[in-house]
């Protein structure tokens, strides 16, 4: 079995690199020939302030971050980790209250078919006009940010658990109430266990969209420390530097893949070894 999942794991990680060094090439032979022949889609053209070397973002990681600053990885790596304490928490908040919302609608279908479409409508507001409001409403900067992450978390959660708890085997809720079990107990010993699936996959939805949302609401608490702050401030310096702006996407990203990483090993060590899945 060991041996097995480390080859699994070899071939994932080949194909990552793969893939990467396919993306790579795209990108640099992309600009090559867009250089060559004067391409121009409208008012984009690939130059080295449009589409910089894929080294020099890389490169950019080990140079100051401004005159006599620190190194931009530095910068970089205390921002990333201040956003993910606030995405975290939004994270955590979001995925609890999907889940007892879900739990509350699968119980009632009186709730269900009263709040459902409220909840779907709250997905059709921009962020961008929530965050502002947010922020004013609750005047803590660093939890009026994880409130925001908690809003983009919470709707998959609800939805996918739903669906999870609803997908329970009917011959074993028949048998439950055969033996006059409370509704407690069907909960926690049947339908919970049958959701566990969605609620993995709403999850690793939810994992990035909390770093998204995170990253959006640091803009309007004008948080400067996290990386919404740093995506601003390069923002302003992107005709003298853009691959410091490419720099911080870069992290931004690998962030939200480590946050889906977490929870696609958590869905290994909950889900592939729960006793229904053991041969």
Do not use: C
């Amino acid at each position: 079995m060991h041996r097995l999942d480390a080859r699994r794991l070899g071939r994932q990680a080949l194909t990552f690199v793969l893939v990467v060094g396919a993306l790579w090439g795209f990108w640099e032979a992309f600009r090559v020939l867009g250089e060559a022949s004067g391409l121009r889609i409208g008012q984009f053209h690939p130059d080295d302030r449009t589409m910089p070397h894929i080294h020099d973002m890389f490169g950019q990681f080990f140079e100051p971050s401004r005159r006599n600053g620190p190194l931009l990885i530095s910068v970089l790596w205390d921002a990333a980790l201040f956003t993910a304490k606030e995405a975290l928490l939004g994270f955590l908040m979001g995925a609890a209250a999907g889940f007892v919302l879900a739990v509350l609608l699968a119980h009632s279908r009186l709730l269900e078919r009263g709040l459902l479409p409220f909840i779907v409508a709250s997905q059709t507001i921009p962020i961008l006009a929530i965050a502002p409001m947010v922020v004013v409403w609750l005047q803590k900067g660093s939890f009026a940010v994880s409130v925001i992450a908690a809003y983009l978390t919470f709707f998959p959660v609800t939805i996918n658990t739903l669906r999870g708890l609803l997908s329970a085997n009917p011959s074993a809720l028949e048998l439950m109430r055969s033996y006059a079990a409370n509704k407690w107990a069907v909960l926690w010993k049947v339908r919970v266990p049958a959701s566990m699936p969605y609620f993995f996959t709403a999850l690793k939805v939810s994992a990035t969209a909390s770093v998204v949302g995170a990253i959006i609401g640091e803009l309007p608490s004008s948080i400067q420390g996290g990386l919404g702050g740093a995506i601003l401030n390069f923002n302003q310096y992107y005709l003298s530097s853009p691959p410091s702006l490419w720099a911080t996407i870069i992290v931004a990203s690998l962030l939200g893949i480590v946050f889906f990483g977490a929870v696609a090993l958590a869905e290994r060590l909950v889900v592939r070894r729960a006793p229904e899945n053991v041969a």
